[in-house]
């Protein structure tokens, strides 16, 4: 169902960013574990998170160092917000860019005009965007585990965690490629539903941020994809990562099949 003709076209367009967000993740979770692993940060946290109201203590708690170690900061680096942008970036603005962009300027009716079906255009696009993504962590991956054996830190647990995270991480951006390209087959405007994909992406995002510290809305966990991205907690063994991924496999499943059935029926602009 994929078009490799298709798919090494598109890794030409679009290799250089994927190979400097592969390279860029890889060094930033390389700094991150290679400074914690080397000062004694310990003192100065907790010095300074005594010091912090409540709810923003709670809120560090989950998101930045959890139980102040260096698994904690592993998994911190991963959930890096610089690293989720680099991943948007390539799940929204890529995955849309041969729909919706190419509709815009009028090519999308020559591209099709060549031997290739549109479910094929269409699994191509979404196939090539998560094998884009999985080079990105994949950098990110590697990164952290040089850092992790070059300061001798190195366990088969951690090792399989990190692993954990990885995975979880790139359903989470397939997830987020699914409605990017969704939007994209509705409109030829690129900018107008690429938009869209990006404020849905970053109310998640802060919502995630804000049930953290605000009970009262702890009942949108439930339909918050970040909810399902626990990196933290899979390192210290709290969830079971298919308790995320059925949910992230589930919903984008769904989404590729609408999106995916609406472009076989779309009128060409």
């Known amino acids: 169902m994929v078009n490799i003709i298709l798919l090494k076209m598109l890794w030409r367009i679009y290799r250089p960013f994927i190979i400097f967000s592969a390279i860029f993740i890889g060094a930033l979770q390389f700094l991150i574990i290679w400074i914690f692993s080397s000062l004694n940060y310990v003192p100065i946290f907790e010095a300074l ?16 160092i959890y139980h102040l170690s260096l698994k904690g900061a592993v998994a911190f680096a991963m959930n890096h917000p610089l690293v989720l942008l680099l991943l948007g970036i390539i799940a929204i603005a890529y995955s849309s860019r041969l729909i919706s962009g190419e509709a815009e300027k009028g090519l999308l ?24 993504l999985l080079f990105a962590i994949g950098g990110g991956y590697g990164g952290s585990v040089l ?18 995270i990885g995975i979880n991480l790139w359903f989470l951006f397939l997830l987020i ?43 949108l966990k439930p339909i918050n994809i970040f909810s399902y991205y626990q990196p933290q907690k899979i390192m210290f063994n709290e969830i079971q990562i298919y308790q995320n991924l059925l949910i992230l496999i589930g919903v984008t499943v769904i989404c590729f099949f609408i999106g995916i059935n609406r472009f076989s029926v779309r009128d060409l602009p």
Request: no cysteine; proline share 3%.
């Open 49 to 64: 998170y005594h010091q912090l109201p409540p709810h923003l203590q709670a809120l560090l708690n989950e998101e930045l």
């Open 109 to 132: 009716e020559l591209l099709l005009s060549y031997p290739l079906k549109r479910n094929q255009f269409y699994a191509t696009q979404f196939f090539s965007t998560s094998v884009f």
């Open 147 to 164: 850092a992790l054996i070059l300061k001798k830190q190195l366990t088969l647990e951690i090792f399989f965690n990190v692993s954990k």
């Open 177 to 219: 490629t699914s409605y990017a390209l969704l939007f994209s087959v509705h409109h030829k405007e690129r900018g107008k539903w690429g938009i869209l994909a990006v404020v849905l992406t970053l109310i998640f995002y802060f919502l995630h941020f804000i049930t953290a510290i605000w009970d009262e809305l702890e009942f």
